[in-house]
């Protein structure tokens, strides 16, 4: 299996789902307060920012615009974040 493949395999099977489950768990709490607090309405923006960059890579392992170090580094990361359950998975966010 390649380096993107794995990547893959871990952003739809894993990143992704886990991304989905945080933001009905935050959609759960708004529905219970009857309002969104600033801070859960940053968090889902950020949340869907991040989703949008997780699929921006998906489109690019298909197609076949991303290497395979590029892939390597970015599991490694992913990996790491998880380990230490990092929200922002080691990415670093561009201006």
């Known amino acids: 299996m390649s380096q993107a493949q794995k990547l893959e395999e871990l ?25 969104a607090s ?3 309405k940053e968090e ?6 991040f989703k949008a960059d997780l699929q921006d890579i998906l ?7 991303i290497d395979e170090d590029e892939c390597t580094e970015l599991i490694d ?11 922002d998975f080691g990415f670093v966010e561009e201006d």
């Not at 990361?77 to 929200?87: H, N």
């Open 59 to 65: 489109d690019d392992i298909t197609s076949g615009d």
């Open 77 to 87: 990361d992913i990996l790491e974040a998880q380990k230490g359950d990092d929200e």
């Open 44 to 49: 889902i923006e950020e949340l869907r920012e």
């Open 11 to 35: 952003l739809t099977k894993s990143v992704i789902p886990d991304l989905d489950e945080r933001l009905d768990e935050i959609f759960e709490e708004i529905a219970d307060n009857k309002e």
């Open 38 to 40: 600033e801070d859960a």
